[in-house]
């Protein structure tokens, strides 16, 4: 029997090792944390169905509820632009911490394993082939290792040169978050109870105030470090127009690092797999990530029961990268595009794009099967973006900034849509070369 390690416990390697344990692979999630602390003490949103595509069934109704459709802001609080999403196709509001009970009781019913409170250091490697990994209480080898280690994983930052794994995330794509639940403050009745503001005091981030019956939930995120001063100077300017928003701190109240960038160059080498947030699996702009990481995991899965001589090769397991790449991947590159936009705009040019109607209600208004902002980009010519952006801007220097961000996302589709279908080094090297340097490429010079 092939033996497979999960290395961390992420949503998309628990998912993972729960459909390979089914099909009669050797699966051991290792995992620092212990079973019972699993997950930050805040909620999630995610789209329902990513449950059935990993084979489990939806949790009990007791555990979550619809989420409220959100309203965006420009720095200015001058535009509301509400989404208007039919209640059938909202995402659903769950506790972070149940929804790993239920994936993990759901996998271990399955027959994965798991050892908790045992953290992953770092890699086996032997020659070119990762070929275990090294635990705080020793050594494992493995035929495959699927890295669910996260943003910084030990795993993937371990890996040699010759695996090809580009393991630098990149400037401002890592995001800075600090989420608290605070008391309500008010009863009063608040209109637009889940509020998403970009570049609130003009600061280069994304912050949202969510009213709930009990709370008021508050996210505070950059794109650089910042402290607990700062995130409570940044409540006190949110509680000036959000009454509800108390200042007693009852959950949360918890800094952490997300990836808010495009997928990973190269998802796999000998003996290796990323997933989650190891493989950048999250929505750009917003950090959305465990619908993907499901997704993703059924991918996984089924590549590596199609490698019925167990080689679990670059080669073999190429096909999971093109499986996440067609579904998923390509997108979140071109939307990667948009929140490149975000870091160069400024205030008063971002506040223009909202007062003026290049970005619209419409384009927010998505649901839970797509991606939010994504109507931008997606789903239109790239003639069609630049008619929209052209009758709708007079300045010259932002209409340049958006006609360069519709350039780079052609650049970076027509790159994405040449991805080798067999793997090959020598190919999948070149791609991925030309896939960075497209990425890469600045918007202030394209």
């Known amino acids: 029997m092939k033996k ?40 999630d949103i995610f789209a ?7 084979d489990m069934p939806m949790p009990d109704p007791s555990l979550y509820e619809t989420k409220e459709n959100m309203t965006f802001y420009g720095p200015g609080f001058h535009t509301a632009l509400r989404q208007d999403i039919p209640a059938e196709k909202l995402e659903i509001k769950m506790e972070r911490r149940d929804i790993y009970a239920h994936i993990i009781r759901c996998a271990k019913e399955n027959g994965a394993k798991f050892e908790f409170e045992n953290a992953v250091l770092a890699p086996i490697v032997l020659g070119d082939r990762v070929a275990g990994l090294r635990t705080e209480k020793g050594d494992v080898y493995a035929d495959l290792v699927i890295d669910a ?5 030990p795993v993937k930052k371990g ?16 995001f800075y978050v600090y989420r608290a639940f605070y008391d309500r403050a008010t009863q009063d009745e608040v209109q637009d109870k889940y509020k998403v503001c970009l570049f609130a005091e003009n600061i280069l981030g994304i912050g949202w105030v969510a009213t709930e019956a009990d709370h008021t939930d508050l996210l505070v995120g950059r794109f650089e470090p910042f402290d607990l001063e700062e995130a409570n100077r940044t409540a006190n300017y949110y509680r000036a127009s959000n009454p509800s928003l108390g200042t007693k701190v009852v959950r949360g109240g918890q800094f952490v690092k997300i990836p808010v960038r495009q997928p990973l160059s190269k998802l796999v080498c000998d003996g290796y797999a990323a997933i989650g947030d190891a493989a950048y699996m999250t929505v750009p702009i917003i950090g959305s990530g465990i619908a993907n990481s499901f997704k993703a995991a059924r991918m996984l899965a089924d590549t590596v029961s199609e490698d019925t001589d167990g080689a679990f090769s670059a080669e073999t397991l ?19 595009c948009v929140k490149e ?3 160069v705009f400024t205030p008063a040019e971002l506040d223009y794009l909202f007062d003026n109607g290049v970005i619209t209600a419409n384009d927010m208004s998505i649901d839970a099967d797509t991606t939010s902002l994504i109507g931008i980009l997606q789903g239109n010519s790239i003639g069609d973006y630049k008619k929209k952006v052209m009758g709708a801007i007079k300045d010259k220097v932002l209409l340049g900034k958006m006609l360069r961000v519709g350039k780079k996302a052609a650049g970076v589709m027509s790159v994405t849509s040449r991805m080798p279908r067999a793997y090959t080094k020598k190919a999948v090297d070149s791609w991925v070369r030309a896939y960075e340097k497209a990425i890469s490429k600045s918007i202030q010079e394209s």
Not at 11 to 38: C, P, R, W
């Open 4 to 43: 497979i390690v999960v290395a961390g416990g992420g949503h998309g390697g628990i998912a993972a090792a729960s459909l390979l344990a089914k099909q009669g692979f050797d699966v051991t999630v290792y995992e620092q944390h212990a079973e019972t602390n699993m997950g930050h003490d805040w909620t």
């Open 318 to 336: 190429w096909n999971y990268q093109r499986r996440y790449y067609k579904e998923l991947g390509n997108s979140f590159a071109v939307l990667a």
């Open 341 to 343: 936009a975000l870091t």
């Open 149 to 153: 280690c996260g943003l910084d994983s």
């Open 48 to 54: 329902p169905g990513a449950f059935s595509r990993i």
């Open 159 to 174: 890996l040699p040169a010759v695996c090809g794994v580009n393991a630098d995330v990149g400037k401002n794509n890592q």
